[in-house]
């Protein structure tokens, strides 16, 4: 889930993806100031299913709260703090002294000023990783279906659990290397049609009229290169463009696409491993802690550092984007995520470090098919549940029902459970900004462990190197409950993980159109605003200082 979705118009035989996102707009996104904040927009007035950051603010400062800050954990492939976008709004450890090579406040990290790298090294940083898929069968091919057949039965016997999460790891592993691989074939093929594109638009602009207009080509190279002129010209991110901006346009789209499918090759290579090289630690031992560097972007940030923008960017300059939390969220990075699946030491010791850290709120856009270390990260869901901290977890981007495929870490360890083994997290699903087509086509859904859905389709947000960029997916989805979350909590201090959660989900916006009632169990759209609402009419104007008084009333008691 590190990476964003792409035009998905390329691939299936440039059949109906657009048809799915087109949205006609007059104004290029890149200045749609409009585009740029719809998510945070009131449905109340504008019909549109955003979140209602400005009035859920007016609401809370009308009854007189103070926020306090909150500081909020990125587990992602990292953040660039020094984002003119995010610089104000990143945490600082206010007990470590930058630079000095030493552990000042003893937690076992030195310099660990604006969060911690679990996937880097006195070696560097680890850029491409393996998939899951690929190191469950690795570590297990040899001894489910080694030489001796029948020391694989007995193995197979004795390690049900672990042959289970095998074969399941095997059928993927085989399905997607070779999506995977006809992918990479499929966007290499594409971006060497671009001069092709441009010779047939013969310096015309990319419009359905002009499309139209050109002869059949008799070349099977120009014939493919209209049939993709022909569905682009119906994209607001192609339409209307220059035959020099489309030019440019396609080529960056194209690099991102290649530059997604070629660590494809690492990923699904069942020798490839450079963790003990670079990380340096026994992956298997998972008692290790102190390890890492303070390495706060590594090589890859555009996933983290887009998400941490949404939670709490800053406008600046002509940017008029700005994060749910922005006025009272800082930004706790803790690089967590490889290109490549993320490993279950990684994510419980990722948890762990934040929440000892001070944040209240993880947001946790990732997630994978199988995971052998499971019981250790639910140890740390665990862990982070006692501590009272809320955990934020994207519901994936397969287009699936959860209960089906499930997207570890998961709070439900078995899909039969009634309800999930702890109360501190809250899934969330995409929604888009076309209320009849209101989930996302990429999100997964299901109405009982997916708790609400939030906007994640182009959302505009903070990228390396200082710039932004519209991404989508239900990692864009995940840091606007994030963000939200962090500002129930900043207003209302004492608001549980259960109740924030409750807050969201029985406040949001409903919609009944194409099922989406019964995709999640709020059945809606947050809305911050009458979340904050909900929280503090339930739970804390009357209810919370109750529970307080009645407390003091009982210690008095018990002194005399």
Do not use: C
Request: aromatic residues 8%.
């Amino acid at each position: 889930m590190k990476k964003v979705l792409l035009a998905a118009v390329f691939l299936a035989g440039f059949n109906s993806a657009f048809a799915q996102e087109a949205q006609a707009k007059s104004v290029d996104p890149k200045e749609n100031k409009d585009l740029m904040t719809w998510y945070h927009k009131d449905f109340g007035t504008t019909k549109v299913y955003g979140v209602n950051t400005e009035n859920a603010y007016k609401y809370l400062e009308s009854k007189g709260l103070k926020p306090k800050t909150v500081v909020v954990g990125v587990l992602d492939s990292g953040v660039q703090v020094d984002h003119p976008g995010l610089i104000k709004n990143i945490w600082s450890n206010p007990n470590e002294v930058p630079g000095n090579g030493k552990d000042d406040d003893g937690n076992g990290y030195i310099d660990d000023v604006h969060g911690w790298n679990f996937i880097g090294g006195k070696n560097g940083d680890v850029d491409v990783d393996n998939m899951e898929v690929t190191r469950v069968v690795a570590k297990y091919k040899p001894v489910f279906e080694g030489d001796d057949s029948t020391k694989n039965k007995a193995n197979q016997s004795k390690m049900p659990e672990e042959f289970a999460m095998y074969m399941k790891a095997k059928e993927l592993f085989t399905k997607k290397s070779v999506e995977a691989k006809q992918s990479l074939q499929q966007y290499t093929m594409i971006n060497d049609l671009i001069p092709n594109m441009i010779k047939l638009l013969g310096g015309k602009s990319v419009t359905s009229e002009n499309i139209a207009a050109i002869k059949a080509p008799t070349e099977q190279k120009d014939a493919i290169a209209l049939n993709i002129l022909t569905q682009v010209a119906h994209s607001p991110e192609f339409a209307g463009k220059s035959s020099a901006d489309f030019e440019t346009s396609m080529k960056k789209e194209m690099k991102g696409a290649i530059d997604h499918f070629a660590p494809a090759a690492k990923q699904y290579d069942l020798s490839y491993d450079t963790r003990a090289e670079i990380v340096g630690d026994n992956y298997d031992d998972y008692s290790q802690k102190n390890y890492g560097n303070n390495h706060y972007q590594g090589p890859d940030a555009e996933h983290g550092t887009h998400v941490a923008g949404i939670i709490a960017g800053l406008p600046q300059g002509k940017e008029v984007q700005y994060g749910v939390a922005s006025r009272v969220a800082k930004i706790m990075s803790v690089r967590t995520v490889p290109n490549g699946d993320e490993r279950d030491k990684d994510v419980a010791n990722a948890i762990r470090y934040a929440v000892d850290n001070g944040a209240k709120v993880l947001n946790m856009s990732f997630g994978k098919p199988v995971s052998p270390g499971k019981n250790v990260v639910w140890d740390a869901f665990k862990y982070a549940e006692d501590k009272g901290v809320l955990l934020v977890k994207a519901a994936g981007n397969e287009n699936e029902d959860v209960a089906e495929h499930l997207a570890y870490p998961t709070n439900f360890k078995n899909i039969t459970d009634e309800k999930p083994f702890v109360n501190n997290v809250i899934v969330v699903g995409a929604s888009t900004n076309r209320n009849n087509e209101l989930r996302a086509s990429f999100s997964n859904f299901n109405k009982k462990m997916v708790n609400v859905f939030a906007p994640g389709e182009e959302i505009y947000s903070t990228v390396p190197t200082s710039e932004y960029e519209y991404l989508q997916g239900t990692s864009m989805a995940s840091p606007v409950v994030a963000g939200a979350a962090a500002v129930l909590l900043a207003y209302m201090p004492n608001l549980r993980p259960d109740q924030i959660i409750e807050a969201l989900v029985k406040s949001s916006n409903p919609s009944t159109e194409n099922g989406f009632a019964d995709l999640s169990q709020a059945g809606g759209v947050i809305d911050l605003k009458k979340a904050a609402e909900y929280a503090y009419t339930n739970f804390y104007n009357g209810k919370t200082s109750a529970v307080k008084k009645a407390t003091k009333s009982v210690k008095k008691a018990v002194k005399k």
